[in-house]
């Protein structure tokens, strides 16, 4: 399989918070790269098109579009 991403993206295992409009909900990271990841939830019902992303380990706090959402899994670009 050919690999099409601007970035590379490397899978990881890292607690994170989605956060939009004063609500929050939390995720795991399971893949990141400079321009995207891949967060396991519970459940995709509340989550917008647009939230912020939180990984307190590595000091992130950035803002995604949802790209596709999977069972319980999302794709998020960072903008």
Same mark, same amino acid.
């Given at each position: 399989? !050919?690999?099409?991403?601007?970035?590379?993206?490397h899978?990881?295992?890292? &607690?994170g918070? +989605?956060e939009?409009?004063g =609500?929050? !909900?939390?995720?795991?990271?399971?893949?990141?790269?400079?321009t995207?990841? &891949?967060?396991? +939830?519970?459940?995709?019902? =509340?989550?917008?098109?647009?939230?912020?992303?939180?990984?307190?380990?590595?000091?992130?706090?950035?803002?995604?579009?949802?790209?596709w959402?999977?069972?319980?899994?999302?794709?998020?670009?960072?903008?």
């Amino acid at each position: 399989m !050919i690999e099409t991403r601007a970035a590379p993206r490397h899978r990881v295992l890292k &607690a994170g918070t +989605i956060e939009f409009g004063g =609500g929050a !909900i939390d995720c795991v990271v399971r893949n990141l790269s400079a321009t995207g990841a &891949a967060l396991e +939830i519970s459940s995709h019902v =509340g989550i917008p098109e647009r939230f912020a992303l939180v990984v307190p380990s590595d000091g992130l706090h950035l803002r995604c579009d949802v790209v596709w959402r999977k069972n319980y899994r999302i794709g998020v670009t960072f903008s």
